[in-house]
């Protein structure tokens, strides 16, 4: 379903250096520097996973998201999604999937969020008997109901997040693009949360990828983690082959993915094998 081979990835960055007169010199003669944030990038994922895209700050997660939902084109590289390249169908593609990212909006900020949902409905051109089911499914299960007439900007975190989800399932997407969905949340609202993706995933057989820091994430949800760290993929596994190779007090490094010897896990929390694991690829 999602093929991604060979994706590279470069930001070209204006170089500064403090103080005003290099501020004036780059007035006149501006210096860049390279940034590779996305290198050899390759994996598939079938249709109905979710998969855990981790990685510490600036490893590479949300350019591979925005490249596979189609905002970036990769220098080189193939990826095809439901048949589609996503930075080149991208009117077509967009139907067939969901973005949420924590840190910004998708919804208007002045209006009611019924309101954003029903200009959504318009510009994916959702058949009305369709979009009222969802509305009313997705009302239900992130518990909508008191926050549908109010506007965003008045929403807290938590109220948002619950409606930018919605928001990114009123067109029926196979696939939800999720760049850390909980960033900020309290418990309440992370486990509100992580319970839907569960059940969308479940019941409509909803294909996720998720990147987030917060490790309860993917032990709640991640069938599969891809580990990126300087614009590389270290790891593609499981949660369990994770814990077995990378636990801190298994005494030797396992570096190498071919390698299966299993380490006792024991009681480790899966914040101090990935810790474990950011070390032993030297990705901090
Ligand atoms: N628009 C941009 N212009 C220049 N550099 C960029 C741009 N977007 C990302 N980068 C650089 O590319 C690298 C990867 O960034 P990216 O946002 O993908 O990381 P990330 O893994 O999502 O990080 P975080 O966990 O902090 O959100 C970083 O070095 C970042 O500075």
Same mark, same amino acid.
């Given at each position: 379903?999602?093929?991604?081979?060979?994706?590279?990835?470069?930001?070209?960055?204006?170089?500064?250096?403090?103080?005003?007169?290099?501020?004036?010199?780059?007035?006149?003669?501006?210096?860049?520097?390279?940034?590779?944030?996305?290198?050899?990038?390759?994996?598939?994922?079938?249709?109905?996973?979710?998969?855990?895209?981790?990685?510490?700050?600036?490893?590479?997660?949300?350019?591979?998201?925005?490249?596979?939902?189609?905002?970036?084109?990769?220098?080189?590289?193939?990826?095809?999604?439901?048949?589609?390249?996503?930075?080149?169908?991208?009117?077509?593609?967009?139907?067939?999937?969901?973005?949420?990212?924590?840190?910004?909006?998708?919804?208007?900020?002045?209006?009611?969020?019924?309101?954003?949902?029903?200009?959504?409905?318009?510009?994916?051109?959702?058949?009305?008997?369709?979009?009222?089911?969802?509305?009313?499914?997705?009302?239900?299960?992130?518990?909508?109901?008191?926050?549908?007439?109010?506007?965003?900007?008045?929403?807290?975190?938590?109220?948002?997040?619950?409606?930018?989800?919605?928001?990114? +399932? +009123?067109?029926?997407?196979?696939?939800?693009?999720?760049?850390?969905?909980?960033?900020?949340?309290?418990?309440?609202?992370?486990?509100?949360?992580?319970?839907?993706?569960?059940?969308?995933?479940?019941?409509?057989?909803?294909?996720?990828?998720?990147?987030?820091?917060?490790?309860?994430?993917?032990?709640?949800?991640?069938?599969?983690?891809?580990?990126?760290?300087?614009?590389?993929?270290?790891?593609?596994?499981?949660?369990?082959?994770?814990?077995?190779?990378?636990?801190?007090?298994?005494?030797?490094?396992?570096?190498?993915?071919?390698?299966?010897?299993?380490?006792?896990?024991?009681?480790?929390?899966?914040?101090?094998?990935?810790?474990?694991?950011?070390?032993?690829?030297?990705?901090?």
């Amino acid at each position: 379903m999602i093929t991604v081979s060979g994706i590279n990835k470069s930001f070209k960055v204006a170089k500064r250096t403090a103080g005003v007169g290099s501020a004036f010199k780059s007035l006149f003669r501006r210096e860049y520097t390279e940034v590779a944030a996305l290198n050899d990038i390759t994996f598939s994922i079938p249709q109905g996973e979710i998969v855990g895209y981790i990685g510490p700050n600036g490893a590479g997660k949300s350019t591979t998201i925005k490249v596979m939902s189609g905002i970036l084109v990769p220098d080189s590289g193939i990826c095809t999604i439901m048949g589609y390249t996503p930075w080149l169908d991208r009117v077509k593609y967009v139907k067939h999937i969901g973005v949420v990212f924590g840190q910004r909006s998708q919804l208007w900020w002045d209006v009611p969020v019924i309101d954003s949902f029903e200009l959504l409905r318009d510009i994916y051109d959702v058949p009305e008997a369709e979009y009222r089911s969802n509305v009313a499914l997705l009302t239900e299960t992130l518990d909508l109901g008191a926050l549908l007439g109010t506007p965003v900007r008045q929403l807290s975190l938590g109220q948002r997040m619950r409606c930018e989800l919605a928001a990114s +399932l +009123l067109h029926s997407p196979r696939i939800l693009f999720l760049d850390e969905p909980t960033i900020g949340l309290d418990a309440v609202s992370k486990l509100a949360v992580r319970e839907f993706i569960k059940v969308i995933n479940k019941e409509r057989g909803v294909t996720v990828i998720l990147t987030t820091h917060d490790m309860n994430d993917i032990e709640a949800l991640a069938q599969r983690i891809l580990l990126i760290g300087k614009g590389r993929l270290l790891y593609d596994g499981g949660v369990e082959e994770l814990r077995g190779r990378f636990a801190p007090d298994s005494g030797s490094v396992r570096s190498g993915v071919a390698e299966v010897e299993q380490a006792p896990a024991s009681a480790t929390s899966i914040e101090e094998v990935i810790v474990q694991m950011y070390k032993e690829y030297q990705i901090t």
